[in-house]
């Protein structure tokens, strides 16, 4: 079983930056692959960004330029950096690895 954790988030205005944690925890599941979901309401789940292995960066196309991944292996830990945070940002926020989620962490983009 694998734990993941899920902090910072919350309410921001437009044009705003907030940065999210995810720390894992449990068996042994060496270095992975990382990523970052979100759902906003009345949507499906959509991916963010991953990170592989090795430190390479993904992004889906929506947060391009604007948000940054990465992790500490030596933590478990992956972070995301949100700057230039819009309303259509605004959603709950899923750190996975390994087919584990964490609960979420709500990040609300509004004035």
């Known amino acids: 079983q694998v734990q993941l954790e899920e902090s910072g988030g919350g309410l921001v205005q437009p044009g705003g930056s907030l940065s999210v944690s995810c720390a894992a925890s449990?068996?042994?599941?060496?270095?992975?692959?990382m990523g970052w979901y979100r759902q906003a309401p009345g949507k499906q789940r959509e991916l963010v960004a991953f990170i592989n292995q090795t430190g390479a960066p993904n992004y889906a196309e929506s947060v391009k330029g604007r948000f940054t991944i990465s992790r500490d292996n030596a933590k478990n830990t992956v972070y995301l950096q949100m700057n230039s945070l819009q309303p259509d940002d605004t959603a709950v926020y899923y750190c996975w690895l390994m087919g584990f989620w964490g609960r979420g962490t709500q990040v609300t983009v509004s004035s």
């Open positions: 449990g068996r042994s599941f060496g270095i992975n692959v």
